[in-house]
């Protein structure tokens, strides 16, 4: 069963725009969320994490929201840039528990 | 470089073959992961450790796979007997134990079984 959902698996957004990364989770026990973002032919890399005891984290050009009632997080990449074509992956976890459930990705285009 | 490192790369066997491949995770980390990645999904989680105990293991993780980790440093995956199925991208990750610490990957070994 797949815990961590990311519809939309593609987008494609002008350099300079906002790019919006939604993802839904089924457990209700998960308390730690993080963004990964993924090159072809590389492992992913972490960008960014919340705390379920927050609703926004903030870094840099990222923010990611998290809405606790409705099991759901979003990422938001500001001003994007080309560098920051990848998948994106939304993953999330249990207290001491740091064994992470993924979604299946996002690709994200960002044309100059 | 100390980041997570996995060998190797890659990695082509034959149906049967068995293969093993390594981590050496960043090294004050005394949490370490496998993880399986196919085309078109998500990484699936295999089995952790914490220092040498191996303390899960995923229902993905067939008889046939076995991880270790002597010495709490790095750690072997042995899949014997491959099958075409198990062709996948296989992720190392370490991380320090606790709530809030975000675990930090290797460049995966890709297994191609023909």
């Known amino acids: 069963d797949q815990q961590v959902k990311q519809n939309s698996p593609s987008l494609s957004v002008q350099e300079g725009r906002i790019s919006i990364l939604n993802c839904d989770y089924t457990?209700?026990?998960?308390?730690?969320f993080l963004w990964y973002k993924k090159y072809p032919a590389e492992g992913p890399t972490f960008l960014i994490s919340i705390s379920s005891i927050k609703d926004k984290n903030e870094d840099g050009r990222f923010t990611v929201f998290l809405n606790k009632s409705a099991k759901h997080l979003s990422l938001h990449i500001v001003p994007s840039q080309p560098g920051d074509s990848a998948v994106y992956f939304c993953a999330a976890s249990e207290s001491g528990n740091n064994r992470l459930a993924f979604g299946k990705g996002n690709q994200v285009v960002v044309i100059p | 470089d100390t980041g997570v490192s996995q060998n190797p790369r890659h990695k082509i066997t034959k149906r049967g073959q068995n293969v093993t491949f390594r981590c050496d995770p960043i090294?004050?980390?005394?949490?370490l992961y496998w993880y399986r990645q196919t085309l078109g999904q998500g990484p699936e989680f295999l089995t952790y450790f914490q220092n040498e105990a191996q303390l899960e293991k995923s229902r993905l993780l067939s008889d046939r796979f076995s991880a270790e980790r002597p010495k709490g440093s790095f750690s072997t995956l042995e899949i014997q007997r491959t099958e075409q199925g198990d062709s996948a991208m296989y992720l190392c990750?370490?991380?320090?134990?606790?709530?809030?610490?975000?675990?930090?990957f290797g460049q995966g070994t890709r297994l191609t079984v023909v």
């Open positions: 090294s004050e980390h005394n949490r």
């Open positions: 990750a370490s991380s320090l134990a606790g709530v809030g610490t975000e675990a930090f």
């Open positions: 457990n209700s026990m998960f308390d730690y």
